[in-house]
């Protein structure tokens, strides 16, 4: 067999996985933060830039909440193209730390809207808080 036929195929099926990739953690992310945040761009040597209403902007000049956003919204998408016959559960431990309160609800509401099963380890009682208030319902276990 030609080796070079086989890595180009797999470098066109790298770039097509990429570019989904991209294109849902895009879209997670503009619902996540209501469009505040638009688009992420990945370029081959894996820099990246999202692009607000003032243009793009590094990776480097955003804060560490709003990373966490991003991480979050790549997570999922790559959750979703990997499984996407089947949705698996979402497993968070304590992943929220850094989020502002607004952006955590965000996050909470759009995971109830997608129908995500998601179990939440966490110290805080922030997260139940939330959920109570927003009305999305949710079981516990508190272990002590």
Known sequence: ???????????????????KLQIRTSQILSEIT????QDVQMDAASHMTVTTGNGAEA?????RGTL???YFAMRMAAGELLCQEESLPVIL????GMYEEEDLEAVLEWMYKEKKQVII????????????REGIPYGKQIIS
């Not at 209501?34 to 945040?37: C, K, P, R």
């Not at 990776?59 to 804060?63: F, G, Q, T």
């Not at 380890?121 to 109570?132: I, N, P």
């Open 34 to 37: 209501d469009g505040e945040y």
């Open 121 to 132: 380890s966490t110290c805080s009682k922030r997260e139940m808080e939330l959920l109570d």
């Open 68 to 70: 966490e956003l991003i």
């Open 59 to 63: 990776l480097e000049c955003l804060s």
């Open 1 to 19: 067999r030609d080796r070079s036929v086989s890595r180009g195929l797999g470098d066109v099926y790298k770039r097509q996985v990429g570019r």
């Open 93 to 96: 431990d304590d992943i929220f």
